[in-house]
């Protein structure tokens, strides 16, 4: 069964440091989306990203945030300068075209980022 | 925006039926989530409903009624492995520009089944 896949499932920096958390959406898939889950608390959408641009953002999603999708199979969330609120559970999902029949997300295992 | 609740925590026997609620405030509607989230791991779609009315899918139903901002999600036949979190979402009708599936989500019912 297809499965979006995020690389890696754990990753520790110090404050101030730049990090990639990067996924593999399922492959006919043509929305993604980043989410955060601080521990205990809701999931948060951070930003989706269709046709090669950024559709919509949270406040969450400021100046120290950006997405990419450097070639055909890969979409990656960067944070510029890391701060200790930002640790959290960060899932990548993606979805057919949501205006169908469900267009469900379908979600990764997630990244655990914890900074220190 | 999105305002969505849905009780903190519920407690059910193995083999009994459980009905987690949800209501929401929404801004614009465009469909109504369940997922459920076992600790630490991703959430995992369960059903999808947009309009009003039942879908059932095996041991889980999920009921609508944009009228009222209410939702359910019916686990029947419970099983020790349905304990986990299920994730009200709901998806609105986003900004005139976005393509996509932003999902509000509540914070989720925390379900635990006992023997």
């Known amino acids: 069964e297809p499965e979006v896949t995020q690389t890696p499932s754990h990753q520790v920096t110090q404050m101030g440091q730049e990090v990639i958390l990067r996924c593999v959406p399922i492959?006919?898939?043509?929305?993604f989306y980043w989410y955060r889950q601080i521990l205990g608390q809701k999931v948060e959408f951070l930003v989706s990203f269709y046709n090669n641009e950024i559709s919509e953002k949270s406040e969450i999603f400021d100046d120290q945030f950006s997405v990419e999708r450097p070639d055909g199979s890969n979409f990656t969330l960067k944070i510029r300068s890391t701060k200790l609120e930002d640790s959290a559970m960060y899932f990548c999902a993606s979805s057919e075209d949501p205006g169908g029949t469900g267009g469900e997300a379908f979600f990764g295992q997630g990244t655990r980022l914890t900074v220190v | 925006g999105q305002n969505i609740d849905q009780p903190t925590e519920m407690t059910a026997t193995e083999g009994a039926i459980v009905q987690i609620n949800c209501t929401y405030q929404?801004?614009?509607?465009?469909?109504l989530f369940w997922y459920q989230q076992h600790a630490g791991e991703a959430p995992t779609f369960l059903s999808y409903?947009?309009?009003?009315g039942l879908e059932e899918k095996g041991r889980f139903s999920s009921f609508l009624s944009r009228s009222k901002g209410y939702s359910y999600l019916l686990l029947k036949e419970l099983q020790m492995k349905d304990s986990a979190s299920y994730l009200c979402a709901v998806r609105d009708l986003g900004a005139p520009k976005a393509a996509g599936n932003k999902l509000t989500f509540g914070g989720g019912t925390r379900v635990l089944v006992k023997p």
């Open positions: 492959s006919n898939h043509l929305y």
């Open positions: 929404t801004s614009g509607f465009n469909g």
């Open positions: 409903n947009v309009l009003d």
